[in-house]
């Protein structure tokens, strides 16, 4: 069964230090796509990037950056000089391509709220 | 261009009654999927609706059913409401030519639930 883990339920940080959410994922397919979502407090979620499980480039985009390393199955979200808008609820998630039951479905983590402080 | 639009944006209802969520997908989006978020939790997929078809159900009971239109909009419908159903519902809309890993889905503002 798919499953995806964020150890991190909350973190605090500074305006302008770099802080990384932890996402851990677990998968018998081979073949399989991770995802990052933004929630900020009115309830929509915000597609942040999609990564499939063939490509291992980390990609940046602006301040932001993703890390997927396939041998610890880890797909770590990075954010550079965070600034009070970049406070919200992260979320990673996982979509499996091979088995039926999983592929029209995404499976969440549990999330990380991030509190930027000015 | 409208996004995805759910309503209402909040409903407060009592134990064993029965509730009615509606959404409207993306223009061009031909697949909507439902989500129920616990409070801090992540979301958890209830089913999706593809051709006016449920393609895909996750684990929620019998008591949890949809309808998808021939416009593509799509209700989720509750029945005997339980305390444990107060939550925020998400609707999510894709296009419908491949599956989710494909294409990003997009979601809606939510229905907040509160049961009492």
């Known amino acids: 069964a798919q499953k995806v883990t964020q150890a991190q339920t909350e973190i605090s940080v500074v305006e302008k230090e770099d802080v990384t959410l932890d996402c851990v994922y677990e998968?018998?397919?081979?073949?399989?796509?991770l995802f990052w979502y933004k929630q900020p407090p009115s309830g929509e979620l915000v597609f942040l990037i999609r990564?499939?499980?063939?490509?291992?480039q980390n990609e940046i985009s602006g301040r932001y950056s993703w890390n997927f390393q396939k041998s610890t199955s880890s797909f770590n979200f990075t954010i550079t000089a965070s600034q009070v808008v970049d406070s919200a609820v992260y979320f990673c998630?996982?979509?499996?391509?091979?088995?039926?039951?999983?592929?029209?479905?995404?499976?969440f983590g549990k999330g990380t709220k991030l509190s930027v402080i000015p | 261009d409208a996004g995805v639009t759910q309503s209402p944006t909040h409903l407060i209802k009592t134990r064993g009654q029965q509730v009615t969520l509606r959404c409207s997908p993306k223009?061009?989006?031909?697949?909507v999927s439902w989500y129920q978020q616990a409070l801090g939790q992540g979301p958890q997929f209830i089913f999706q609706?593809?051709?006016?078809?449920?393609?895909q159900r996750g684990n929620f009971p019998d008591r949890f059913s949809g309808h998808q239109f021939p416009n593509y909009s799509s209700e989720l419908n509750v029945n005997a409401l339980l305390l444990g159903d107060s939550a925020l519902y998400l609707c999510?809309?894709?296009?419908?030519?491949?599956?989710?890993?494909?294409?990003?889905?997009?979601f809606g503002q939510g229905t907040r639930l509160t049961v009492v």
């Open positions: 223009s061009g989006h031909d697949t």
């Open positions: 998968t018998r397919d081979t073949t399989y796509y």
């Open positions: 999510a809309s894709s296009p419908g030519t491949g599956t989710i890993m494909n294409t990003e889905a997009f």
């Open positions: 609706y593809y051709e006016e078809e449920e393609r």
């Open positions: 990564r499939n499980s063939f490509d291992e």
């Open positions: 998630a996982l979509s499996e391509a091979e088995s039926g039951a999983g592929s029209y479905q995404l499976t």
